[in-house]
């Protein structure tokens, strides 16, 4: 990535985002950096089925924390090795609370041959894994049958899905429930969940509808689930509805004109919040550069604020604008 030099600012990105940010993203900044494991209820909506049954076991509340649980339990030998390998343990042994979604030692097992032991020497990668595991907060079995979303630590959504068949997080199954610590509670699971690319990031959050539907007919999925990384600046539904009328089914017919918007908006490496406001200038993938400016509490790209931050995905970053953006040539065409 080649960005231009700015002078130091302190970063208005997490003060606008502490005021900004709600629901799924609004714990992201105020647990990611200082604790591991938790759940917030207000970081979850709730659209699963009362009727919804899970297998729940009864324990009474521990005085050991959610690390000394763990390595006391069988079966987490491999969770526990994780832990350290990723320097989360002192996290883990914080107030809390936490609530942890466990994979067993089967379900490491299960992983592809090889995977384990590449994530035990990488710890960058192995710790977003664990994260995703993980919401703020304390919530008991009971309460996870209500609900279908929560916000993991690693920034994005973890989905939950109750049946009468029982509970599943992401593709695993739920299959012991309230394991309790002093600092939360553990709820057991078949498979490690993985954190999802920008492509599956943007498909499974609110308001990228839009977005989603421009690149698939731009033919830019394959390349946005490479391995970059990418930064994306994702305009919201409502930044593409400020659009004059008719841009959107326009652009949509034609694919040069709709690739060459939407490569404005992808700048190459990852590019956190405490980044972007020490640049003036960022290279698009377009080959043109964005402006970066920062207005007391705000900042702008072009015209457009970024409204929410570091939503963190596997091969990238998002960050969260409330205008499209347009590159030069296209600011030059008044049907667009």
């Known amino acids: 990535m080649r960005i231009g030099n700015n002078q130091a600012h302190n970063n208005p990105l997490k003060e606008e985002n502490t005021m ?9 900044f105020a647990f990611v950096f200082a604790i591991f494991f938790g759940f917030s209820g207000n970081a979850i909506a709730d659209n699963c089925s009362s009727g919804s049954k899970m297998k729940e076991a009864s324990y009474n509340k521990s005085s050991m924390d959610i690390v000394e649980t763990a390595m006391s339990a ?3 030998n ?7 390998a990723a320097g989360l343990v002192d996290a883990l042994k914080s107030d809390g609370p936490f609530t942890v979604f466990a994979p067993t030692d089967d379900a490491f097992a299960s992983l ?15 710790a977003m894994i664990l994260k995703y595991h993980v919401v703020p907060g304390k919530v008991k079995a009971k309460d996870v049958m209500n609900i279908s979303t929560a916000s993991s630590l690693s920034g994005q959504n973890i989905a939950i899905k109750a049946s009468d068949k029982g509970v599943m997080v992401d593709k695993a199954n739920v ?14 699971i078949d498979k490690v969940i993985l954190p999802k690319d920008i492509i599956e990031t943007a ?34 539904d409502d930044a593409f509805a400020k659009l004059p009328k008719g841009t959107i089914p326009a652009l949509l017919k034609d694919q040069e004109k709709l690739t060459s918007i939407l ?17 003036n200038s960022a290279e698009t993938l377009n080959g043109q550069n964005v402006a970066v400016k920062v207005k007391g509490k705000k900042v702008m790209i072009d015209n457009a604020q970024v ?27 008044s049907e667009y």
């Open 78 to 84: 491999t969770l526990v090795a994780a832990v350290k």
């Open 263 to 279: 490569t404005y908006h992808v700048v190459p490496g990852k590019v956190m919040a405490s980044d972007v406001v020490k640049v």
């Open 307 to 333: 409204i929410m931050t570091d939503i963190v995905c596997t091969n990238g970053v998002i960050h969260v604008i409330d205008e499209v953006i347009l590159p030069q040539e296209q600011m030059k065409r």
């Open 20 to 28: 900004k940010k709600t629901g799924v993203f609004s714990v992201i």
């Open 203 to 236: 498909m499974t959050t609110d308001g990228f509808g839009t977005l989603v539907t421009a690149i698939k007919t731009a033919g830019l999925v394959d390349a946005l689930r490479g391995k970059g990384p990418f930064t994306v600046f994702a305009p919201t």
């Open 112 to 126: 592809p041959e090889g995977t384990l032991e590449a994530l035990l020497n990488d710890k960058a990668k192995l």
């Open 74 to 76: 069988d079966g987490f």
């Open 175 to 188: 299959i012991k429930t309230d394991i309790m610590a002093s600092n939360g509670v553990i709820h057991v």
